[in-house]
Every structure is written in C-alpha cells, then in structure tokens.
C-alpha cells in the first residue's frame, strides 16, 4: 500500500467537493469552526463514509492500516469519485495486485495488431501503458513522423509531444491542457500498476519538468480518462489541421489504440484522405 500517495490522494479529493456538492438529504455534522477552505472537512467525509473521524484523519495523515474493501467503498462514495478514481483508490490501497511484470507490455497481442490493421486510412497507432508506441499504421507516419527512424526511447507518445511542441502539434483554443492532462491520467494509473518500472518514473519526472499542465495534473491525481481531444496540427506539406484525437482501451491487454480523425466534410478531413 503507498500510504504517502492514499492519503494525498484522498486530501486532494476532499478538497475539491464542496459543501453544496452533498446531497440536500444528507446532514453533515454542525462544527463551530468557520470553514477556512471551500472544500469538505475531515469530520464531514468521516460522517459521510461513517467511519471515525480518528481513523479518517490517520489515513490523511497515512498512518492508517490498509483500509478494508467496505471502507474504499464508503470512502468513494463520500467523495463521489468516478470509476477511475475509485479504481486508482483501490489501487493505492493495496486492493488490487499490481501487474506481475516490472513494465509495460511491450509485445503487440495479434487480435491488437488486426484491429490496427483494420483501420488501414485513418491514422493510427498502438501505445502501451508507458505511452511507448510499439506498432502504427502508414497514414499514422505521414502525419505525426515516421517512427521506425526513432529509437525504441524517442518513439514515446510523451517525449514526441514534448519534441514537436510548438512546431508541429498543438492543442486546439481551448483545449491546450486537456493532452497533457490526459497523459497524466494514464501515466498516473501505470504508476500504480508498475510500480517498480524505473524508466516510467524516469518518464513521468522528465514530462513534468518540462510541462506545467502535466505536472498540475499530476500533483492532484488526475486519473479520470479523457477519451476524446481536439488538436491542431501544423503539417509540413498539408497546411494546418484541425482533428481530433481519440483513444480506445483494449481491455485486458495494456494497449490502447490512438486515431486521427477530422470533422466530416471539413479541409481538415480531405486533408487526411490524402495521406
């Protein structure tokens, strides 16, 4: 169980549900403190979870035992987490064994590797859970650059961004954080899966140092997935394009399949039809 990482994890959460965020029908203890700070206090969330407030405090102050599954799931509820949070809660608690191996897969299952093949047109491409991009189609390569000139290091989602910022893709107005809040997400839920992967603590302490938007993210356990990113992408011999990220889980195998796609009937989209 990482106690330090539950317990910031569980403060952070807390923090950001408000008062008028509890349901109307809930009371929450009366307290003749005025409220310093917008979010719940620790009493609150113990009433809430009906848990001691002795024992809710210890776990913020991670000098708690390994709360029981009854407890993480009185503790989610109170804090009205997400299936990816409460997930991510399970995880630091200990509930839930981390992956066998030291790292990421590496090796492409076949049925991935089909489906990729499968949408032969769009750009595409397979990325494990360290954001490694292990196998992409044609189109993706004409797109973004041709991967198999990067070395096995070079060729993370991560450390691409991090290379062509500025040059070649952005995020769309508006959305400039959402990437790298959800690269953040997904480094943040590998973390606890491979916690002894030492080049993906490596990763993650390199992405943050140069990219404040992850590093916020990170800070406040940002895990809930964000399937769906508009992106602006200057293309070298296709002008500017506006498309739209997306990314697909492949259940029970640590891949997730990334593809290209732009606005039906937009120049963006027949620019893509020409790759």
């Known amino acids: 169980m990482s106690s330090q ?3 910031d994890f569980l403060r952070r959460r807390r923090e950001d549900l408000r008062p008028e965020d509890v349901q109307a029908e809930t009371t929450l203890p009366p307290s003749r403190r005025a409220r310093r700070t917008p979010g719940l206090r620790r009493e609150e969330v113990a009433a809430l979870a009906r848990v001691s407030v002795s024992y809710y405090e210890r776990l913020e102050q991670a000098r ?11 503790l989610a509820t109170a804090l009205q987490l997400t299936d990816a949070e409460r997930d991510h809660l399970a995880r630091l608690a200990g509930q839930v064994l981390p992956a066998e191996n030291d ?3 590496e090796h492409v299952p076949e049925d991935a590797q089909q489906l990729l093949g499968r949408v032969d047109g769009i750009p595409a491409y397979i990325a494990n859970d360290r954001q490694d991009i292990v196998a992409w189609n044609a189109a993706a390569a004409a797109l973004i650059t ?3 000139r990067l ?5 993370n989602l991560t450390r691409i961004s991090t290379r ?3 040059t070649l893709c952005t995020g769309a107005p508006g959305s400039e954080s959402e990437f790298s809040q959800q690269v953040a997400a997904q480094l943040r839920a590998a973390s606890v899966l491979y916690p002894t992967d030492k080049v993906l603590a490596e990763l993650i302490n390199e992405f943050a140092t140069h990219d404040p938007d992850f590093a916020s993210s990170w800070r406040n356990h940002a895990v809930r997935p964000i ?4 992106k602006r992408l200057h293309h070298p011999t296709l002008g500017e394009l506006e498309i739209d990220r997306h990314t697909l889980s492949l259940p029970g195998s640590g891949f997730s399949l990334v593809m290209y796609t732009a606005e039906v009937g937009s120049p963006s989209a027949a620019a893509l039809k020409s790759l």
């Open 146 to 148: 041709d991967f198999s």
């Open 227 to 230: 399937p769906g990113v508009r």
């Open 151 to 155: 070395t096995p290091d070079e060729r």
């Open 64 to 74: 708690a035992p390994r709360p029981s599954p009854q407890v993480l799931s009185a």
């Open 5 to 7: 990482e539950l317990a």
């Open 103 to 105: 790292g990421a897969p």
């Open 164 to 166: 062509f910022r500025g």
